[in-house]
């Protein structure tokens, strides 16, 4: 049973444009949402978080959105370079995790930016 | 600059051996926790422990066990290693007690290979 799920396993998106990850959950106790980017043989690095008190958080080219009523979150990229090029992995927590800051994991949506 | 390591990039050992994943932050987190990721499964929480001498069971803990004797070291235990464990593991730690901002910083990964 996945309660966090990334339904496009991979994107592909040409530079300067923009680049859309999808995630959805079915969790309604998470109340605290990121985003990992993972290159090959590197673990994976934070990226971007959304509490869900707020329903856009921007970090330069990355902006996650949230949409509590459909459970669903997504993270923009503009414009999309090739050093994008990466797994991204969305994750959830809060409710159940009693204050151990447990995340559930998507499966990941490989980006390929191309020139 | 955080960090979290591991004693192996890659590892190669036989059905049946036992196998030892350390980690070790210098963060002073109190919280660590070992995952592994399978493609098409992303993330998934194997153990995780919330201070010294204290773990919790993830989602797949079957088939493994863990020690934590120091705060700054986590480590994975292959007690009988199987094919089915052959895996990319990481190992993560981050801020612990009532922290709202749940990032967790990973290593690189250890790739297990079970023969």
């Known amino acids: 049973d996945q309660q966090v799920k990334q339904n496009s396993p991979s994107l592909s998106v040409q530079e300067g444009r923009i680049s859309i990850l999808n995630c959805d959950y079915t969790n309604s106790m998470f109340d605290y949402f990121l985003w990992y980017k993972k290159y090959p043989a590197e673990g994976p690095t934070f990226l971007i978080s959304?509490?869900?008190?707020?329903d856009k958080n921007e970090d330069g080219r990355f902006t996650v959105f949230l949409n509590k009523s459909a459970k669903h979150l997504s993270l923009h990229i503009v414009p999309s370079q090739p050093g994008d090029s990466a797994v991204y992995f969305c994750a959830a927590s809060g409710g159940f995790s009693g204050g151990y800051n447990k995340l559930i994991f998507g499966a990941g949506t490989r980006l390929a930016v191309h020139p | 600059d955080v960090k979290v390591t591991q004693s192996s990039r890659y590892l190669v050992k036989r059905t049946g051996e036992k196998v030892f994943l350390e980690c070790v932050q210098d963060m002073d987190h109190e919280n660590m926790f070992w995952y592994r990721q399978d493609p098409g499964l992303g993330l998934r929480l194997i153990y995780f422990s919330y201070d010294v001498k204290m773990k919790e069971k993830g989602d797949i803990p079957e088939g493994y066990s863990v020690s934590r004797e120091k705060k700054e070291r986590f480590s994975l235990i292959l007690e009988s290693a199987s094919t089915n464990q052959t895996s990319m593991y990481l190992c993560?730690?981050?801020?612990?007690?009532?922290?709202?901002?749940?990032?967790?910083?990973f290593g690189p990964g250890t790739r297990l290979t079970v023969l």
């Open positions: 993560a730690s981050s801020l612990g007690g009532g922290y709202s901002y749940n990032e967790q910083f």
């Open positions: 959304i509490s869900s008190i707020k």
